[in-house]
Every structure is written in structure tokens, then in C-alpha cells.
């Protein structure tokens, strides 16, 4: 069987549609009208073209376009006219009862006064426990009140869609899609009727892709919590290390003050020593003393100085800065000149390029001093007669380049893998605590978005600072 549904504009638009459709087997044939007499002319018309149709007219003033629904019956099917009710009805009881929707039929009361099997075997009740009921004694709580809502609401012809839940015999929840149609019998009777598709499989898919939605949803929010947790320790984590790395460079940096701080001590005490003698001579003139005083004001204002340098390289700052990277690798070499030349240790500074860097200049000279505190070590260590560290800034394309080398014999090959692990270390614990390295390349690479690199050349080691510049 097919069906055809035509919204009648005209008789030659009706005959054209029967035509193009091939309704020339037997027909059921429902009009919808509100014009009693154009029912009548097109039912006429039908049965001109296919005497085969069997034809019911539905009128309803609420009804505002002529509609008709076609039914293709098998050819061997025997309804010829309207006198064949037995027939007809018998087909469309077969219909009913063996399709797998369940259905009822509503008296104008909304008692239920018929029902198909499957409806029976859908809620578990047999027709018998069905009939002469409502339909709210099988429809869930919660859908009722939307049910007997509608029900107030219909006058006339009209049809429905409702996704509904009803309750079976047994007490479990039946999803369907329910599809109801009230309209007026040829005794004016307002009759109810609906076909039920049972959804609850699908219904429990999508319940348990809602369910599973929302373990995903909380999944993501435990672990988004868990990831801010961790983000949280290692930032901690990184915080102590960085700690760490600051407080053994301190201690390095002390060395180089108590070596900054030797000779203008040395020279004070022979001043001091001086004016001693020459007043016990009987030779301390204003002169002398002057000069004295002169000498040690001019020592003591270099040590003061000293203290400065020191005490701004380790202010730590979180606000980035513009700077210079040759006033950087200057202030640096300052510091540490005194260490280096007590071990004969000759530093060469070529700037071939200065660059403007935007970032945090005490934390690029922390990472300058780890640098260049292993590269005097590793000189110390090889033993050489000479000693020496070059340093090179330069450009390269949008990039500054600083690169410290020295010709300490480089790092072996089967631990220059290792050397930014965070407590990795080759000297004794007592006199290093692998994170000076592993800090620079968390300070260049993190902090200043650049790259820091090592590899071996000729004589020792190279290691390539690469810095985006600042724009102009």
C-alpha cells in the first residue's frame, strides 16, 4: 500500500495529480473540507477517473485548505463502491491490528473504546483491562497534565505529536512518539484517535549518551582541576629550584665580593699602617693625612659600589624591562673580573651587534654568572696554561645572539645530554647543585621566550643564548 496526499486547488489539478500518481487501483480516498458540496463534486470527480475509490468525506468548519489522502489497496482487493462497508472495514481493522504502533480509539468522553494488539502487548494489559478506561490511568504523572491540558483544548479536527511516557502493567516507563488526530464521524460525534511508536530504546540512548556526556563533563572538570593542581606544585616546585639556584649563585657571587674586597683592604691597611709609622717618626704632616684620607675615601666608595652591584643583580623583578645585552654582559664581567683574574683567567668580550631585549635583566645576568662560573671550572679543571673565555654578541636575522666559550675541554659526549637535568651535576655535591644550568634554560626558554643551547668545538664548550629583539 502507498499513500498520497493532495491539496485540492481545482479539478484539473486534481486529475493531473490522480494521473501523474497512477491511482488506478483501488482507492481509499479521505476529503477534508469545510464546503460540504465541493466534498460532494470531488468525490464525483475521483470516481470518474477510478470507480475503484471508496470514498469518506470529512467536513469541518475549522478545516481552512481541501486536503485528500489517497490509499493504494492491493489490485486484488474487492471494494468497488460504498455499499462494500463490511469489506472496508474489515481491511482497516486487518490494518490496525497488525501493525506494530500501538493504537486507540477515544469516545467524545476520551474513554477508550478501542485497541489494538500491540498496544496490549506494549503495556502489558489485555484489551479487556483497557477498554472503557482513560487514557490518563496509563500515561506517566508528569505527562498528564499536559495530556488533559491538550484535552480541554480541542474543539475540532486537529492533529498532535507528543513525545509521551506511559506506564505498563509492570510498572516500567514506556517512551513513544505519540501521533493524535481528534475529527467529527458522520454523526457529528468529536472521535479521538492515536498511533503509538514505542522509543524507549532510543530514548535509553540518549539517556545514556546524556549520562555519559556528563561523566565526560565532570571527567574534564576533575582533571581540569587535577591539571591546575599540578600546574600549581611544579610552579612551587620550579619556585624552591629557582630558589636553590639563586642561593648557590649567592654564595658564588660572595667569593667574587671577597676577592673584589682583598686588595682595597690590603691597600687601606698599609695606608693605616703608613700614617702609624710617620706619626711615630714624627713625620705625619696635614699633607699626608689629606692624602690618606683621600686614598681610603676613594677605596671605601669602590667597595660601597661593589656592595650595589651585587645586591641589584640578585633584586629580582616580575615586570620585564628594556636592556641593553652589552650593558648586561658589561655589569657581569664586572662582577666576576676580580674572580677570574685571581685565576688568571683573561675574559675577551667582542660585541660585533648590540641589541635592545625585553625581559628580565637580573635573571639574564644570573644565567651569564651560571655560565661563565662553569666555564672558569671547567678551565680550572683542564689544566691549561692558557685560560681563556670569549664572549660574541651578535645578530642574527630578528635575533640576538650571545655565545660564551671557553677552552676547558668541552663536556663529554655522553653527558651533554644531560647537562640542563634539573640536580645534575659533575662536581662533588658539596660544590654544586645541578640547578644552575637547568634554571638558565628555564629563565631564557620560559621566561624570556628566546633558546639556550650547548655544543662542543675545537678547544671547550660553546653555549648560544638566542633572544627575540625588542621592536623599534
Given at each position: 500500500m502507498k499513500q498520497f496526499s493532495h491539496t485540492y486547488l481545482d479539478t484539473g489539478n486534481l486529475i493531473e495529480f490522480m494521473n501523474n500518481s497512477e491511482l488506478t487501483t483501488?482507492?481509499?480516498?479521505?476529503?477534508?473540507?469545510?464546503?460540504?458540496?465541493?466534498?460532494?463534486?470531488?468525490?464525483?470527480?475521483?470516481?470518474?477517473?477510478?470507480?475503484?475509490?471508496?470514498?469518506?468525506?470529512?467536513?469541518?468548519?475549522?478545516?481552512?485548505?481541501?486536503?485528500?489522502?489517497?490509499?493504494?489497496?492491493?489490485?486484488?482487493?474487492?471494494?468497488?463502491?460504498?455499499t462494500h462497508h463490511k469489506e472496508y472495514e474489515e481491511l482497516y481493522a486487518g490494518i490496525i491490528n497488525t501493525t506494530t504502533e500501538g493504537f486507540w480509539l477515544l469516545a467524545p468522553d476520551l474513554t477508550i473504546i478501542d485497541a489494538n494488539y500491540s498496544l496490549c502487548v506494549m503495556l502489558g494489559y489485555s484489551k479487556d483491562e483497557i477498554i472503557g478506561r482513560l487514557p490518563f490511568d496509563f500515561i506517566d504523572n508528569k505527562d498528564q497534565e499536559l495530556c488533559r491540558s491538550q484535552a480541554d483544548l480541542i474543539d475540532d479536527v486537529s492533529s498532535r505529536t507528543y513525545e509521551l511516557v506511559f506506564m505498563t502493567k509492570n510498572g516500567a516507563q514506556l517512551h513513544t512518539i505519540t501521533n493524535a488526530t481528534t475529527m467529527h464521524d458522520q454523526h457529528g460525534n468529536k472521535m479521538t484517535?492515536?498511533?503509538?511508536?514505542?522509543?524507549?530504546?532510543?530514548?535509553?540512548?540518549?539517556?545514556?549518551?546524556?549520562?555519559?556526556?556528563?561523566?565526560?563533563?565532570?571527567?574534564?572538570?576533575?582533571?581540569?582541576?587535577?591539571?591546575?593542581?599540578?600546574?600549581?606544585?611544579?610552579?612551587?616546585?620550579?619556585?624552591?629550584?629557582?630558589?636553590?639556584?639563586?642561593?648557590?649563585?649567592?654564595?658564588?657571587?660572595?667569593g667574587n665580593i671577597a676577592h673584589q674586597w682583598r686588595q682595597p683592604l690590603n691597600i687601606m691597611a698599609l695606608v693605616m699602617q703608613d700614617i702609624y709609622i710617620s706619626d711615630q717618626l714624627g713625620s705625619l704632616t696635614s699633607k699626608k693625612i689629606a692624602d690618606s684620607y683621600e686614598k681610603s675615601n676613594n677605596l671605601l666608595q669602590y667597595m660601597s659600589q661593589t656592595i650595589d652591584d651585587f645586591r641589584n643583580f640578585f633584586k629580582h623583578s616580575d615586570s620585564k624591562e628594556e636592556f641593553s645585552l652589552k650593558d648586561a654582559v658589561d655589569s657581569v664581567c664586572a662582577l666576576v673580573s676580580t674572580n677570574l683574574n685571581h685565576n688568571n683567567i683573561e675574559c675577551n668580550i667582542n660585541i660585533k651587534q648590540d641589541s635592545l631585549i625585553l625581559g628580565c635583566s637580573n635573571e639574564f645576568k644570573q644565567v651569564l654568572v651560571n655560565i661563565m662560573n662553569n666555564a672558569q671550572e671547567a678551565i680550572q679543571s683542564n689544566g691549561g696554561e692558557e685560560k681563556l673565555i670569549n664572549i660574541i654578541v651578535q645578530r642574527k636575522g630578528s635575533n640576538a645572539l650571545v655565545k660564551i666559550s671557553d677552552n676547558g675541554g668541552g663536556i663529554s659526549q655522553d653527558i651533554i645530554a644531560k647537562v640542563y637535568d634539573p640536580y645534575f651535576t659533575t662536581k662533588n655535591q658539596t660544590q654544586g647543585t645541578g640547578l644552575g644550568l637547568y634554571m638558565s634554560k628555564q629563565i631564557i626558554e620560559n621566561i624570556m621566550c628566546g633558546s639556550l643551547s650547548v655544543k662542543n668545538k675545537a678547544k671547550g664548550a660553546e653555549f648560544t643564548i638566542e633572544l627575540p629583539i625588542k621592536d623599534v
Open positions: 483501488p482507492l481509499l480516498v479521505h476529503i477534508f473540507s469545510s464546503d460540504m458540496d465541493l466534498s460532494e463534486n470531488i468525490s464525483r470527480e475521483i470516481q470518474s477517473v477510478n470507480a475503484n475509490a471508496t470514498i469518506t468525506l470529512l467536513h469541518s468548519d475549522a478545516i481552512d485548505a481541501t486536503d485528500i489522502q489517497f490509499t493504494t489497496l492491493p489490485e486484488h482487493t474487492q471494494i468497488v463502491n460504498k484517535y492515536a498511533f503509538m511508536t514505542d522509543i524507549s530504546a532510543r530514548k535509553k540512548i540518549e539517556d545514556d549518551l546524556i549520562r555519559r556526556k556528563e561523566e565526560i563533563k565532570q571527567l574534564n572538570s576533575s582533571l581540569e582541576s587535577r591539571i591546575r593542581q599540578e600546574v600549581e606544585k611544579n610552579r612551587q616546585k620550579d619556585h624552591m629550584m629557582y630558589q636553590q639556584s639563586r642561593l648557590a649563585s649567592m654564595g658564588e657571587m660572595i
